[in-house]
């Protein structure tokens, strides 16, 4: 059974960087192929990017492209997401989440969470 | 990017009953869709993937069909558990979710 424990809330203001990390017990990240999907509140999901396996290289989406970057450390199984120049519009709730054996991109474990709030 | 749309967007329903939300692609993705349940403050489940298997340990009420682009949840008997948010999520490309469907208690 894969578990995921994020870092805890985060306040930033606007420029600012923020990184979130998501420790893996039950597996090891090398088995795993790890995404970040966001939630803003009170909207819908919105996947940030994942590593694809078959490629073998991390997987952004475009509108995060540039501002993004998703790391791991294998030698403590933690994932890191990290997102740049921070804007109003970043607060959400932000998710790790594995994919799923039938799939790179369907997320069958996810962590708890991790709210970063963006204020000046 | 694939577009994903679902209806409705909300509505009420009363333990026991039979519900179905509709889940539409803008294009077509074969049967490369998953749907997740999300309860308020918690993160999401996932129900079914591939368009219509179950995901080990989801109650045998929930059910998926459909391929192309229009696709369906059901939920055979809604219990008290149930009344929550689904979001469908398409893989056949780079993820994209629908805005969610929230079922509420009449």
């Known amino acids: 059974q894969v578990q995921l424990v994020q870092s805890g809330a985060e306040v930033k203001k606007p420029g600012a960087s923020v990184k979130v990390s998501c420790k893996v017990s039950g597996y090891t990240l090398t088995e795993l192929s790890m995404h970040w999907v966001r939630q803003a509140p009170g909207k819908g999901l919105e996947w940030m990017g994942g590593f694809d396996p078959e490629d073998g290289e991390t997987i952004y989406a475009q509108k995060f492209q540039g501002r993004v970057t998703m790391t791991e450390d294998t030698s403590t199984d933690t994932a890191y997401m990290e997102l740049s120049s921070l804007r109003s519009e970043d607060t959400a709730v932000y998710y790790c989440a594995t994919g799923h054996s039938s799939g790179w991109s369907v997320l069958d474990y996810w962590g708890q969470g991790t709210l970063v709030t963006v204020s000046s | 990017a694939i577009r994903m749309t679902q209806s409705p967007s909300s509505f009420s329903a009363s333990t026991g009953d039979r519900v179905t939300i509709t889940c539409r692609a803008s294009q077509g993705i074969s049967s490369y869709l998953a749907w997740y349940q999300q309860k308020p403050g918690k993160a999401p489940k996932l129900l079914i993937y591939a368009a219509s298997t179950l995901q080990s340990g989801v109650p045998s009420r929930f059910s998926g069909s459909g391929s192309g682009t229009d696709f369906t949840l059901t939920i055979s008997c809604l219990q008290s558990e149930d009344f929550a948010t689904y979001y469908c999520?398409?893989?056949?490309?780079?993820?994209?979710f629908g805005p969610g469907t929230k079922v509420d208690i009449k």
């Open positions: 999520q398409q893989y056949y490309s780079y993820p994209t």
